[in-house]
């Protein structure tokens, strides 16, 4: 899942940034034309993890910032801990959390989930870091890894599915990427491949925003 992709942000709806990878799966897979998320980060993965409005669900605010004492109902049922049930022995999430870390209660590994690597909120995506504090774990524990944080993440997800592709037991993974959220980082290899698009201007302090 990518973090405030919009519909028209990629190359199969007619846009100038090259999707290639998107483009094919929406071309073997299940395109769905009218399947509507909310407009922010915290009540989208809400919504996506419980199946249900994210009003519902109690995340009414555009996203759970670290020091806010509240995460997502505990009460609520999420898809892994149904996967759970059903028989799914390794449910793992890489990436961005951001439905509450505040407290211990809220971590994804009390909420069905038996993997965790990545950060709760946005990221710098080459030092891990937001609000000059390192946002970074495997499991509970803070990790310090190098790295681009997209990277990093991708690596771990294909790692898992080597892990377990050969298993009796089914397995779920979550991979709820940072990108293309601010701060809108890339990697300078990356860079020429948009020389061909126009320069457009942003509000002062708006790449290096973190939510």
């Known amino acids: 899942m990518p973090d405030d992709l919009g519909r028209d942000d990629v190359s199969l ?9 998107i483009d094919s799966i929406a071309r073997d897979g299940v395109l ?21 409005y994210p009003i519902h669900a109690g995340l009414m605010r555009a996203a759970i910032a670290p020091w806010r004492d509240y995460g997502l109902d505990p009460g609520e049922v999420l898809l892994p801990e149904v996967l759970e049930r059903a028989g799914y022995e390794h449910r793992a999430i890489f ?22 690597l990545g950060h709760n909120f946005a990221v710098d995506f080459f030092t891990h870091e937001r609000l000059g504090e390192r946002d970074w774990s495997l499991g509970y ?28 037991a089914p397995f779920f993974l979550y991979l709820p990427f940072g990108a293309p959220h601010s701060p809108t980082q890339a990697k300078e290899e990356h860079l020429p491949l948009y020389d061909h698009l126009s320069a457009i201007e942003v509000p002062p302090g708006f790449a290096e925003a973190t939510g």
């Not at 100038?16 to 990878?21: F, G, K, M, R, S």
């Not at 009218?34 to 980060?41: D, G």
């Not at 590994?109 to 038996?114: A, I, P, Q, S």
């Open 13 to 21: 709806h007619g846009t100038d940034i090259a999707t290639p990878h």
């Open 32 to 52: 769905l034309s009218r399947f509507y998320t909310a407009p922010v980060c915290s009540p989208t993965r809400a919504g996506l993890l419980t199946g249900r």
């Open 95 to 116: 990436g961005k959390w951001h439905l509450g870390h505040f407290k211990r209660r809220w971590h994804p590994l009390r909420r069905g989930f038996t993997e965790f």
């Open 141 to 168: 524990e803070p990790l310090v890894e190098e790295g681009y944080a997209t990277d990093l993440v991708a690596d771990r997800a294909v790692r898992f599915i080597d892990e377990h592709a050969g298993d009796a």
